[in-house]
């Protein structure tokens, strides 16, 4: 059966001095930081096209920040960027606060702490691996009719939704513990499917180096 790879890129660090979680705001842009994280990714990429690797295939989530850490790669690899609203941030309510313990115990926010397994203060884990399950199915099998057996497709999306679907690749539950998810500015989580099948997830972070003071807040 033939196997194609599904890399999800974190999009890169944004400029963000208020610190609030921006969600789906529009233009919350990449820093500088960010910018060269994604040159990294993208430098990456292209050394493994220049391999031989079949990267036919680039998607990004409609924000901002996903569309310009896709940018580099665009140009590194001569693809251009299709846009899927399928790989979009995850709904939160606390979008555009600065979260912090005092705004949580303002009792307005207290009935979105009803569920945390849901979780019931924004979209449901459940809904965003399938969503995003379907659209790394979908560039698979797009990239399978651009370069055949082995090629590959880069998808640009959030960190919520990534390692959700990395969990429900991995045969994991869903609801998890936000300080320890594997996913990091500018790092890729790669899917290898065989059909319709996830057969085998790796990970890896091609803008390690610029890890060290960059924004560290879940879903920064």
Same mark, same amino acid.
């Given at each position: 059966?033939?196997?194609?790879?599904?890399?999800?890129?974190?999009?890169?660090?944004?400029?963000?001095?208020?610190?609030?979680?921006?969600?789906?705001?529009?233009?919350?842009?990449?820093?500088?930081?960010?910018?060269?994280?994604?040159?990294?990714?993208?430098?990456?990429?292209?050394?493994?096209?220049?391999?031989?690797?079949?990267?036919?295939?680039?998607?990004?989530?409609?924000?901002?920040?996903?569309?310009?850490?896709?940018?580099?790669?665009?140009?590194?690899?001569?693809?251009?960027?299709?846009?899927?609203?399928?790989?979009?941030?995850?709904?939160?309510?606390?979008?555009?606060?600065?979260?912090? !313990?005092?705004?949580?115990?303002? @009792? &307005? *926010?207290?009935?979105?702490? #009803?569920?945390? $397994?849901?979780?019931?203060?924004? =979209?449901?884990?459940?809904?965003?691996?399938?969503?995003?399950?379907?659209?790394?199915?979908?560039?698979?099998?797009?990239?399978?009719?651009?370069?055949?057996?082995?090629?590959?497709?880069?998808?640009?999306?959030?960190?919520?939704?990534?390692?959700?679907?990395?969990?429900?690749?991995?045969? !994991?539950?869903?609801?998890?513990? @936000? &300080? *320890?998810?594997?996913?990091? #500015?500018?790092? $890729?989580?790669?899917?290898?499917? =065989?059909?319709?099948?996830?057969?085998?997830?790796?990970?890896?972070?091609?803008?390690?180096?610029?890890?060290?003071?960059?924004?560290?807040?879940?879903?920064?």
């Amino acid at each position: 059966m033939p196997r194609v790879l599904v890399h999800l890129l974190r999009h890169g660090e944004v400029f963000n001095p208020d610190g609030v979680l921006y969600g789906r705001l529009p233009e919350f842009h990449l820093s500088d930081r960010g910018r060269a994280m994604a040159d990294l990714v993208a430098d990456h990429l292209a050394e493994r096209a220049a391999g031989g690797a079949k990267l036919v295939h680039l998607v990004a989530s409609p924000l901002t920040r996903a569309q310009e850490t896709a940018q580099p790669t665009a140009a590194a690899l001569g693809l251009e960027i299709s846009t899927d609203p399928r790989i979009i941030e995850a709904e939160n309510h606390f979008e555009g606060l600065k979260v912090s !313990k005092a705004e949580l115990r303002k @009792p &307005r *926010h207290w009935k979105y702490f #009803l569920n945390p $397994l849901r979780p019931s203060w924004g =979209e449901p884990y459940a809904r965003q691996a399938d969503r995003m399950m379907e659209a790394a199915r979908d560039a698979g099998r797009r990239a399978l009719e651009l370069g055949g057996d082995g090629a590959e497709a880069v998808l640009v999306s959030h960190q919520l939704p990534i390692w959700a679907t990395r969990r429900r690749a991995e045969g !994991k539950r869903l609801w998890h513990d @936000p &300080r *320890h998810r594997e996913c990091t #500015l500018a790092s $890729l989580t790669t899917l290898v499917f =065989e059909g319709d099948d996830v057969v085998e997830v790796s990970y890896s972070e091609p803008a390690a180096v610029l890890l060290p003071g960059a924004a560290t807040t879940p879903g920064a």
